[in-house]
C-alpha cells in the first residue's frame, strides 16, 4: 500500500470514530395499513336558507299539569322521608305537619288553613286575601297542597304566590301605619331604574349589517330586527300615553350613534313617579315582580292596567273592542330579541326553555294578584 493510500485510509477512519459526526436525520418509515388512500368525494349542497326550527313539545293542558306534579309528589314523599341532612345524619327531613288544606271565608276575606292552621306571613300575621280575590285564595291553596314536604316551604321558588301575596300585605300594613313607606319608596326608585334601560325601548342599529328575517308576505321586502322591535313597542307605547299617561312623551333609549341609553324627558318621568307612588299595595308588589321578570317598565305596566281590578283600563267609548293583553303577549314582547336568536339558530336546551316557562310563570302570578271580581271588562 502506497503512503498517500494509507493515509487516506486512517483519514476515513478517524472520521468515522469522531464524536462530532452529525447522524442522519433521515429514519425509515413503517405503514400500519396496506389500504391505499381515496380522495373523499364532496356531496353537492342540495338546501339553502336558515337552518330548520327546533322541534317544539306539545303543550299539554292545565289539568295533566297538575296530575303530573301530584304524581310527582306522591314519588317524591317515600324517598323524602328517609333522606337525611349532611349536618345532622341520621335526622330525616320534616314531613308534612298537615294533611289537607282549606280555604276559609272570615270577615274581610279568605284566610289558608293548613289543617286548623291558618297560614302567616313572615311578619307573623295572619294571611288575608281580600274577598274580591277567591281564584287567588284558590291558587294559594293548591300552592301548598303540592307541597310534598314541609322543608319545601323554605324555597321562595316553590312557593311564589305566597311569597308575592305576602310582601303585599306587608306593604299595604305598612303603609296604614305610616304615610311615608320607605319601603314603597325603594321600590318606587327601583322601577324608574328600569325606565331609562326599557329593553322594549332599545332597538337596534340601523346598518346595513342587520340581521333580516324571512320574507315577508309584501314581496321582496324583509323585516329586520329594528322593524320587529318598532313593530311592538309601539302599540303598547301608544296606549300607555293615551288610556295611563296622557300627554308623555315616550323615546327610544337608543340609537343608531351611542350605545349609552338616553333618560326619558323629565316630565315623562316626573309623571310616571306620581303615577307608581299612588298604586295600591297589591298592584305595586305585582308591577314590581313584572318588572324584574320581563326587564323594563312598560311591558309590564300595560299587563297591569289589562288585568288590575283598581288600576285598570277599561275600552273607551268608540274605541271598539280591542285584543286582550295576555300573558302570552306580555312575554313575547319581554323576550323578543331572544326569540329571534332562537328562531334563527336554535334553542339551548334546559336554558331557554326553562327561561322561556319561567318566565309565564312570574306573569301569571302577577295577574293573579291584582286581578279580582271588581274588574270592569
Same mark, same amino acid.
Given at each position: 500500500m502506497s503512503s498517500s493510500s494509507a493515509a487516506a485510509h486512517l483519514l476515513r477512519l478517524a472520521i468515522s470514530r469522531s464524536p462530532f459526526r452529525?447522524?442522519?436525520? *433521515?429514519?425509515t418509515s413503517q405503514c400500519l395499513h396496506t389500504t391505499s388512500a381515496r380522495r373523499a368525494t364532496p356531496l353537492p349542497t342540495t338546501s339553502s336558507g336558515p337552518p330548520p326550527s327546533?322541534? =317544539? /313539545? /306539545?303543550?299539554s293542558s292545565y289539568e295533566e299539569r297538575i296530575a303530573r306534579r301530584r304524581r %310527582?309528589? !306522591?314519588? %317524591?314523599?317515600?324517598? %323524602?322521608?328517609l333522606k337525611t341532612t349532611q349536618?345532622?345524619? +341520621?335526622a330525616t327531613l320534616r314531613k308534612r305537619f298537615w294533611k289537607e288544606v282549606h280555604v276559609r271565608e272570615v270577615k274581610d276575606g279568605y284566610q289558608i288553613h293548613l289543617d286548623t292552621r291558618a297560614l302567616q306571613t313572615p311578619s307573623k300575621h295572619p294571611?288575608?286575601? /281580600?274577598?274580591?280575590?277567591?281564584?287567588l285564595a284558590l291558587a294559594l291553596a293548591l300552592e301548598w297542597e303540592l307541597l310534598p314536604t314541609a322543608a319545601h316551604a323554605t324555597r321562595q321558588h316553590l312557593i311564589p304566590l305566597t311569597s308575592l301575596t305576602a310582601r303585599a300585605q306587608d306593604l299595604q300594613l305598612q303603609d296604614a301605619q305610616s304615610p311615608q313607606n320607605p319601603t314603597r319608596e325603594d321600590i318606587v326608585n327601583t322601577l324608574m331604574r328600569y325606565l331609562d334601560t326599557d329593553t322594549m325601548l332599545c332597538w337596534a342599529p340601523e346598518s346595513p349589517s342587520t340581521i333580516k328575517a324571512a320574507p315577508s308576505l309584501e314581496g321582496d321586502r324583509v323585516e329586520t330586527l329594528r322593524d320587529l322591535q318598532i313593530r311592538t313597542a309601539m302599540p303598547i307605547t301608544s296606549f300607555l300615553a293615551r288610556h295611563v299617561w296622557p300627554g308623555v312623551e315616550i323615546v327610544p333609549v337608543t340609537d343608531s350613534e351611542s350605545i349609552v341609553p338616553k333618560p326619558q324627558p323629565e316630565m315623562t318621568r316626573s309623571v310616571i313617579r306620581g303615577w307608581l307612588t299612588g298604586l295600591p299595595a297589591y298592584e305595586l308588589v305585582g308591577l314590581e315582580r313584572a318588572v324584574l321578570a320581563c326587564k323594563g317598565l312598560l311591558g309590564a305596566v300595560r299587563l297591569l292596567v289589562e288585568w288590575s281590578e283598581s288600576v285598570g283600563v277599561?275600552?273607551?267609548?268608540? !274605541? +271598539?273592542?280591542? !285584543? =286582550? *293583553?295576555?300573558? !302570552?303577549?306580555?312575554?313575547q314582547a319581554a323576550s323578543l330579541e331572544v326569540d329571534w336568536q332562537t328562531g334563527m339558530w336554535g334553542e339551548v336546551e334546559d336554558s331557554h326553555d326553562v327561561e322561556k316557562e319561567d318566565l309565564r310563570r312570574q306573569l301569571g302570578s302577577v295577574v293573579l294578584l291584582v286581578s279580582g271580581e271588581r274588574k270592569a271588562r
Open positions: 452529525r447522524k442522519s436525520t *433521515f429514519q327546533a322541534p =317544539v /313539545p /306539545p303543550a %310527582q309528589a !306522591e314519588l %317524591q314523599n317515600p324517598a %323524602q322521608a349536618k345532622k345524619p +341520621g294571611l288575608l286575601i /281580600p274577598r274580591s280575590k277567591p281564584h277599561a275600552a273607551a267609548a268608540g !274605541e +271598539g273592542q280591542r !285584543e =286582550v *293583553f295576555d300573558i !302570552e303577549r306580555a312575554a
